[in-house]
Protein backbone atom coordinates (compact mmCIF):
# COMPACT_ATOMS: atom_id res chain seq x y z
CA UNK A 1 0.00 0.00 0.00
CA UNK A 2 2.66 2.26 0.78
CA UNK A 3 4.06 1.16 -2.59
CA UNK A 4 0.96 2.57 -4.64
CA UNK A 5 1.06 5.81 -2.21
CA UNK A 6 4.40 6.81 -2.96
CA UNK A 7 3.98 6.17 -6.85
CA UNK A 8 0.47 8.24 -7.20
CA UNK A 9 2.52 11.12 -4.99
CA UNK A 10 5.20 10.74 -7.62
CA UNK A 11 2.97 10.98 -10.27
CA UNK A 12 0.34 13.14 -9.40
CA UNK A 13 -1.04 13.38 -12.71
CA UNK A 14 -2.15 9.55 -12.52
CA UNK A 15 -5.27 10.07 -10.64
CA UNK A 16 -6.88 13.25 -12.79
CA UNK A 17 -5.81 11.46 -16.01
CA UNK A 18 -7.45 8.20 -14.96
CA UNK A 19 -10.35 9.81 -14.46
CA UNK A 20 -10.50 11.72 -17.63
CA UNK A 21 -10.06 8.51 -19.03
CA UNK A 22 -12.99 7.12 -17.34
CA UNK A 23 -15.26 10.39 -17.94
CA UNK A 24 -14.11 10.58 -21.81
CA UNK A 25 -15.27 6.82 -22.54
CA UNK A 26 -18.51 7.13 -20.80
CA UNK A 27 -19.18 10.92 -22.39
CA UNK A 28 -18.40 8.92 -25.69
CA UNK A 29 -20.87 6.15 -24.92
CA UNK A 30 -23.56 8.35 -24.37
CA UNK A 31 -22.95 11.06 -27.33
CA UNK A 32 -21.25 11.02 -30.56
CA UNK A 33 -20.39 14.57 -29.80
CA UNK A 34 -17.58 13.61 -27.71
CA UNK A 35 -15.58 11.83 -30.68
CA UNK A 36 -15.49 14.70 -32.52
CA UNK A 37 -12.52 16.99 -32.02
CA UNK A 38 -14.66 19.55 -33.73
CA UNK A 39 -17.38 19.73 -31.07
CA UNK A 40 -14.66 19.78 -28.06
CA UNK A 41 -12.19 22.56 -29.17
CA UNK A 42 -15.45 24.44 -29.79
CA UNK A 43 -17.15 23.25 -26.44
CA UNK A 44 -13.68 24.74 -24.76
CA UNK A 45 -14.19 28.06 -25.54
CA UNK A 46 -16.29 29.14 -23.58
CA UNK A 47 -13.97 27.53 -20.54
CA UNK A 48 -10.61 29.12 -21.55
CA UNK A 49 -10.94 32.23 -20.05
CA UNK A 50 -10.96 30.21 -16.27
CA UNK A 51 -8.46 27.76 -17.25
CA UNK A 52 -6.17 30.75 -17.52
CA UNK A 53 -6.67 31.49 -14.23
CA UNK A 54 -5.72 28.15 -12.97
CA UNK A 55 -2.48 28.59 -13.78
CA UNK A 56 -1.77 31.35 -11.37
CA UNK A 57 -3.69 29.56 -8.94
CA UNK A 58 -1.48 26.38 -9.35
CA UNK A 59 1.19 28.53 -8.27
CA UNK A 60 -0.17 30.56 -5.18
CA UNK A 61 -1.48 27.23 -3.73
CA UNK A 62 1.48 24.90 -4.42
CA UNK A 63 2.98 28.13 -2.21
CA UNK A 64 0.61 27.36 0.35
CA UNK A 65 -2.06 30.34 -0.12
CA UNK A 66 -5.16 30.50 -1.92
CA UNK A 67 -6.55 33.47 -3.93
CA UNK A 68 -10.61 33.34 -4.00
CA UNK A 69 -10.61 36.92 -5.56
CA UNK A 70 -9.86 35.27 -9.41
CA UNK A 71 -13.24 35.87 -10.77
CA UNK A 72 -14.02 39.39 -8.97
CA UNK A 73 -10.62 40.46 -10.99
CA UNK A 74 -11.85 39.36 -13.83
CA UNK A 75 -15.60 41.38 -13.45
CA UNK A 76 -13.60 44.80 -12.06
CA UNK A 77 -11.18 44.77 -14.85
CA UNK A 78 -13.91 44.22 -17.65
CA UNK A 79 -16.21 46.36 -16.26
CA UNK A 80 -13.54 49.77 -15.61
CA UNK A 81 -12.02 48.64 -19.32
CA UNK A 82 -16.10 48.98 -20.77
CA UNK A 83 -16.53 52.06 -18.98
CA UNK A 84 -13.18 53.82 -20.20
CA UNK A 85 -14.41 52.85 -23.51
CA UNK A 86 -17.82 53.95 -23.43
CA UNK A 87 -16.12 57.24 -21.87
CA UNK A 88 -14.17 58.08 -25.32
CA UNK A 89 -11.18 56.00 -24.95
CA UNK A 90 -9.61 54.38 -27.59
CA UNK A 91 -10.80 50.58 -26.99
CA UNK A 92 -6.78 49.82 -26.82
CA UNK A 93 -5.96 52.08 -24.70
CA UNK A 94 -9.08 51.20 -22.51
CA UNK A 95 -7.44 47.80 -22.33
CA UNK A 96 -4.46 48.33 -21.29
CA UNK A 97 -5.78 50.62 -18.14
CA UNK A 98 -7.89 46.96 -17.26
CA UNK A 99 -5.10 45.20 -17.44
CA UNK A 100 -3.56 47.86 -15.07
CA UNK A 101 -6.37 47.18 -12.80
CA UNK A 102 -6.39 43.67 -12.58
CA UNK A 103 -2.17 43.89 -11.94
CA UNK A 104 -3.31 46.39 -8.65
CA UNK A 105 -6.16 44.20 -7.85
CA UNK A 106 -3.19 41.72 -7.13
CA UNK A 107 -1.03 43.75 -5.56
CA UNK A 108 -3.86 44.70 -3.39
CA UNK A 109 -3.96 41.05 -2.02
CA UNK A 110 -0.25 41.28 -2.18
CA UNK A 111 0.00 43.64 -0.20
CA UNK A 112 -2.02 42.37 2.34
CA UNK A 113 -0.86 38.69 2.80
CA UNK A 114 2.94 39.00 1.96
CA UNK A 115 3.34 42.22 3.83
CA UNK A 116 0.90 42.97 6.27
CA UNK A 117 1.09 38.94 6.94
CA UNK A 118 -2.87 38.26 7.11
CA UNK A 119 -4.52 34.81 6.29
CA UNK A 120 -4.74 34.73 1.99
CA UNK A 121 -8.27 32.81 2.46
CA UNK A 122 -9.35 35.95 4.87
CA UNK A 123 -8.08 38.70 2.74
CA UNK A 124 -9.59 37.34 -1.05
CA UNK A 125 -12.50 36.64 0.36
CA UNK A 126 -13.03 40.02 1.51
CA UNK A 127 -11.20 41.74 -1.97
CA UNK A 128 -13.75 39.33 -3.80
CA UNK A 129 -16.33 41.09 -2.40
CA UNK A 130 -14.79 44.54 -2.68
CA UNK A 131 -13.56 43.91 -6.38
CA UNK A 132 -17.19 42.66 -7.12
CA UNK A 133 -18.66 45.87 -5.54
CA UNK A 134 -16.66 47.85 -7.33
CA UNK A 135 -17.93 46.17 -10.42
CA UNK A 136 -21.86 46.37 -9.19
CA UNK A 137 -21.50 49.99 -7.97
CA UNK A 138 -20.25 51.69 -11.33
CA UNK A 139 -22.87 49.25 -13.53
CA UNK A 140 -25.60 48.15 -11.63
CA UNK A 141 -27.71 45.71 -13.53
CA UNK A 142 -26.76 46.99 -16.36
CA UNK A 143 -24.77 45.82 -19.41
CA UNK A 144 -22.49 47.19 -21.21
CA UNK A 145 -21.55 46.41 -24.48
CA UNK A 146 -20.89 47.70 -28.02
CA UNK A 147 -17.90 47.05 -28.19
CA UNK A 148 -15.54 47.80 -31.70
CA UNK A 149 -15.65 44.74 -34.36
CA UNK A 150 -11.91 43.92 -34.27
CA UNK A 151 -12.35 43.14 -30.28
CA UNK A 152 -15.80 41.02 -30.68
CA UNK A 153 -15.32 37.33 -30.51
CA UNK A 154 -11.93 37.02 -30.75
CA UNK A 155 -12.33 33.58 -29.76
CA UNK A 156 -14.19 32.82 -33.19
CA UNK A 157 -10.71 33.56 -34.56
CA UNK A 158 -8.85 29.99 -36.14
CA UNK A 159 -5.09 30.08 -36.00
CA UNK A 160 -4.68 26.37 -37.74
CA UNK A 161 -6.94 23.31 -37.61
CA UNK A 162 -6.10 20.03 -37.19
CA UNK A 163 -8.11 16.50 -37.98
CA UNK A 164 -9.89 19.28 -39.64
CA UNK A 165 -11.18 20.95 -36.63
CA UNK A 166 -10.96 24.84 -35.90
CA UNK A 167 -8.07 25.30 -32.93
CA UNK A 168 -8.97 29.01 -31.88
CA UNK A 169 -6.67 31.12 -30.78
CA UNK A 170 -8.15 31.37 -27.18
CA UNK A 171 -7.63 28.02 -26.94
CA UNK A 172 -3.50 28.31 -28.86
CA UNK A 173 -3.11 30.96 -25.90
CA UNK A 174 -3.95 28.89 -23.57
CA UNK A 175 -1.83 26.55 -24.66
CA UNK A 176 0.82 28.90 -24.80
CA UNK A 177 0.54 29.51 -21.15
CA UNK A 178 0.41 26.35 -20.22
CA UNK A 179 3.61 25.62 -21.25
CA UNK A 180 5.12 29.30 -20.02
CA UNK A 181 3.74 28.00 -16.88
CA UNK A 182 5.09 24.49 -17.01
CA UNK A 183 8.58 26.45 -17.12
CA UNK A 184 8.57 28.78 -14.52
CA UNK A 185 6.90 26.73 -12.00
CA UNK A 186 8.96 23.25 -12.83
CA UNK A 187 12.15 24.52 -14.55
CA UNK A 188 13.36 27.21 -12.81
CA UNK A 189 14.80 28.95 -9.14
CA UNK A 190 11.60 31.26 -9.11
CA UNK A 191 9.62 27.56 -9.12
CA UNK A 192 11.57 26.07 -7.01
CA UNK A 193 11.23 28.48 -4.29
CA UNK A 194 7.79 28.44 -4.59
CA UNK A 195 7.49 25.12 -3.71
CA UNK A 196 10.28 25.77 -0.60
CA UNK A 197 7.52 28.68 0.25
CA UNK A 198 4.40 25.59 0.36
CA UNK A 199 6.39 22.88 2.11
CA UNK A 200 8.16 25.27 4.76
CA UNK A 201 8.24 28.74 5.11
CA UNK A 202 10.18 29.42 8.14
CA UNK A 203 12.81 27.01 6.51
CA UNK A 204 12.27 28.96 3.03
CA UNK A 205 13.12 32.02 4.83
CA UNK A 206 16.58 30.49 6.81
CA UNK A 207 17.86 29.64 3.35
CA UNK A 208 17.49 32.88 1.65
CA UNK A 209 14.40 32.73 -0.16
CA UNK A 210 12.22 36.21 -0.14
CA UNK A 211 9.27 35.16 0.79
CA UNK A 212 7.26 38.20 1.19
CA UNK A 213 8.54 39.03 -2.56
CA UNK A 214 7.85 35.65 -3.97
CA UNK A 215 4.11 35.97 -2.41
CA UNK A 216 3.36 39.78 -3.47
CA UNK A 217 4.56 38.70 -7.29
CA UNK A 218 2.33 35.40 -7.47
CA UNK A 219 -0.80 37.23 -6.73
CA UNK A 220 0.35 40.55 -9.17
CA UNK A 221 1.00 37.44 -11.89
CA UNK A 222 -2.67 36.12 -10.49
CA UNK A 223 -4.43 39.53 -11.20
CA UNK A 224 -2.96 40.52 -14.56
CA UNK A 225 -3.61 36.99 -16.02
CA UNK A 226 -7.24 37.31 -14.19
CA UNK A 227 -7.74 40.59 -15.87
CA UNK A 228 -6.29 38.85 -19.49
CA UNK A 229 -9.29 36.14 -18.66
CA UNK A 230 -11.78 39.02 -17.70
CA UNK A 231 -10.82 40.63 -21.13
CA UNK A 232 -11.59 37.55 -23.02
CA UNK A 233 -14.60 36.76 -21.52
CA UNK A 234 -16.12 40.30 -22.46
CA UNK A 235 -14.69 39.99 -25.97
CA UNK A 236 -16.74 35.80 -26.26
CA UNK A 237 -20.04 37.67 -23.91
CA UNK A 238 -19.80 41.06 -26.38
CA UNK A 239 -21.12 42.39 -22.84
CA UNK A 240 -20.36 43.11 -19.30
CA UNK A 241 -22.12 42.58 -16.23
CA UNK A 242 -21.21 42.50 -12.68
CA UNK A 243 -22.09 39.44 -12.07
CA UNK A 244 -19.45 38.14 -15.15
CA UNK A 245 -18.18 34.75 -13.78
CA UNK A 246 -19.83 35.09 -10.40
CA UNK A 247 -19.27 31.93 -8.37
CA UNK A 248 -16.83 30.53 -10.41
CA UNK A 249 -13.93 30.43 -7.76
CA UNK A 250 -14.87 26.92 -6.63
CA UNK A 251 -14.24 26.11 -10.04
CA UNK A 252 -11.02 27.42 -10.17
CA UNK A 253 -9.73 25.67 -7.10
CA UNK A 254 -11.26 22.44 -8.18
CA UNK A 255 -9.30 22.45 -11.11
CA UNK A 256 -6.05 22.35 -9.44
CA UNK A 257 -6.87 20.51 -6.66
CA UNK A 258 -7.97 18.02 -9.15
CA UNK A 259 -4.12 18.28 -10.79
CA UNK A 260 -2.84 17.22 -7.84
CA UNK A 261 -1.73 20.04 -5.55
CA UNK A 262 -1.84 20.07 -2.13
CA UNK A 263 -3.96 22.62 -0.29
CA UNK A 264 -1.54 23.44 2.52
CA UNK A 265 0.77 24.12 -0.51
CA UNK A 266 4.04 22.15 -0.98
CA UNK A 267 2.64 20.50 -3.76
CA UNK A 268 1.67 20.95 -7.16
CA UNK A 269 1.74 20.25 -10.90
CA UNK A 270 0.96 22.69 -14.24
CA UNK A 271 0.63 19.36 -16.26
CA UNK A 272 -1.95 17.67 -13.71
CA UNK A 273 -4.02 21.23 -13.38
CA UNK A 274 -3.59 21.00 -17.29
CA UNK A 275 -5.07 17.68 -17.55
CA UNK A 276 -7.76 18.48 -14.86
CA UNK A 277 -9.01 21.55 -16.91
CA UNK A 278 -9.72 18.86 -19.91
CA UNK A 279 -11.60 16.55 -17.45
CA UNK A 280 -14.04 19.64 -15.86
CA UNK A 281 -14.65 20.99 -19.45
CA UNK A 282 -15.55 17.42 -20.29
CA UNK A 283 -17.59 16.39 -17.28
CA UNK A 284 -19.15 19.84 -17.25
CA UNK A 285 -20.37 19.26 -21.45
CA UNK A 286 -21.77 16.03 -20.75
CA UNK A 287 -23.34 16.78 -17.82
CA UNK A 288 -24.88 19.93 -19.39
CA UNK A 289 -25.28 17.48 -22.62
CA UNK A 290 -27.60 15.33 -20.26
CA UNK A 291 -29.29 18.11 -19.00
CA UNK A 292 -28.65 17.86 -15.61
CA UNK A 293 -29.54 20.26 -13.35
CA UNK A 294 -26.70 23.03 -11.56
CA UNK A 295 -27.00 21.80 -8.45
CA UNK A 296 -26.89 18.04 -9.81
CA UNK A 297 -23.70 19.40 -11.29
CA UNK A 298 -22.57 20.99 -7.96
CA UNK A 299 -22.65 17.70 -6.26
CA UNK A 300 -20.69 15.47 -9.04
CA UNK A 301 -17.40 18.02 -8.69
CA UNK A 302 -17.79 17.71 -5.08
CA UNK A 303 -17.63 14.33 -5.63
CA UNK A 304 -15.00 14.05 -8.21
CA UNK A 305 -13.01 16.04 -6.10
CA UNK A 306 -13.28 14.20 -2.91
CA UNK A 307 -12.24 10.95 -5.16
CA UNK A 308 -9.16 13.27 -6.31
CA UNK A 309 -7.66 13.96 -2.71
CA UNK A 310 -8.74 10.54 -1.17
CA UNK A 311 -6.99 8.28 -3.45
CA UNK A 312 -3.22 9.76 -3.23
CA UNK A 313 -3.75 9.81 0.20
CA UNK A 314 -5.80 6.26 0.96
CA UNK A 315 -2.54 4.28 2.61
CA UNK A 316 -2.62 7.34 5.32
CA UNK A 317 -6.18 7.11 5.63
CA UNK A 318 -6.16 2.91 5.79
CA UNK A 319 -3.27 3.38 8.51
CA UNK A 320 -4.74 6.23 10.60
CA UNK A 321 -8.60 3.89 10.72
CA UNK A 322 -5.90 1.10 11.98
CA UNK A 323 -3.89 3.65 14.83
CA UNK A 324 -7.71 4.03 15.99
Not at 54 to 70: N, P
Not at 105 to 117: H, K, Q, T, W
Not at 258 to 265: M, P, T
Request: hydrophobic share 55%.
Amino acid sequence: MNRIEQALRRRMELVPFSLLVVVLLISMAFSANFRDLAYLLRTSNRYMELSLTALTMTFIITAGMIDLSVPAVMSCSATITAILFHGGLPMGWALICGLLVGATCGAVNGLLVAYARLPAMIVTIGTMNAFRGISQIFIGDRSLGKFPDWFNRVDNITVFRIFGAQVSITVVFFLLCVISAYLILHRTSFGRQIFAIGANEQAAIHSGVNTRRIKFSLFVMSGFLSAIAGLLTMSRLLLVQYSMALNSEIDVVIMVLLGGADINGGRGSILGTFIAVILVIILKTSLIVANVTADAQMFVMGIILLISIIIPNISSLVQDMKDK
